[in-house]
């Protein structure tokens, strides 16, 4: 295997374990289409990278369960990238501009730059079915840098509008948002300005210490 397709599996390794917080190595190759000696040659070398780290479950009354997961080294692998360092300019400008016009003048600044993303959002989801809308905005995210997923919620209640799960499982602006966590409450008002017929509610957030950001997306009956 080319050294390029050993890096590309290695970052899918990575990545999947940061969507599903841990698996086996089974699950690993079965997720992947990849043989179990192969993936258990990867997790190897990343387990020797101290990138994931290998710990055993008990799952009822059988053997433990050898499951992988992501080390603190892996996630901020998966978080080191030209993004990242183009966030911590955008700290150490915001920081200055904060020094100079203030806190307030800078959080007015941060809402104009969440209003012209919405308008400009707005205009790239046009005027497609919700489900249309949130799987052109999961594509427009993607484009940014964001590990976004969505999924729809079936109630089974006629009278609730459709539902859905938005997943962000990294944050691209996590140097910014560290340091100016307002533009979290921000980002949750652009989300509900784009999808005006629907309801936006925070579920999960990364600043809290959780391992994703995630909304409830409802549209209103």
């Known amino acids: 295997m080319a050294i390029t397709q050993q890096s ?3 970052q899918d390794i990575l990545e999947y374990l940061l969507k599903h917080l841990q698996a086996t190595a089974l699950a690993l190759a079965a997720a992947l289409n990849i043989s179990p000696q192969a993936i258990r040659r990867h997790l190897k070398d ?23 997961q992501l080390s603190r080294q892996g ?10 360092r183009y966030g911590q300019f955008a700290v ?3 920081d200055t501009l904060a020094e100079t016009v203030g806190h307030d003048q800078v959080s007015s ?14 205009e790239r989801l046009g005027n497609g079915s919700p489900n249309q809308r949130v799987a052109t905005l999961v594509e427009l995210r993607k484009a940014e840098g964001y590990m976004t997923e969505s999924h729809l919620v079936e109630s089974g209640d006629s009278s609730v509008g459709d539902s859905f799960i938005l997943t962000e499982h990294n944050c691209a602006i996590s140097n910014v948002a560290e340091s100016f966590p307002s533009v979290c409450g ?5 989300f509900a300005a784009v999808l005006p017929d629907c309801t936006v509610e925070r579920t999960h957030w990364i600043i809290n210490g959780e391992h994703r950001c995630g909304y409830l997306v409802q549209v209103r009956k």
């Not at 600044?109 to 707005?122: C, D, F, P, T, V």
């Open 46 to 68: 990343l387990e020797a990278e101290d990138l994931i780290v290998l710990s055993s479950v008990q799952a009822g009354m059988g053997r433990p369960q050898h499951v992988y």
């Open 109 to 122: 600044i941060l809402q104009k730059q969440w209003e012209r993303k919405a308008k400009e959002y707005r």
């Open 75 to 84: 996630r901020d692998r998966l978080s080191r990238t030209v993004s990242d």
């Open 92 to 94: 150490s400008l915001l």
């Open 186 to 190: 921000h980002e949750l008002e652009m």
């Open 8 to 10: 590309s599996t290695k």
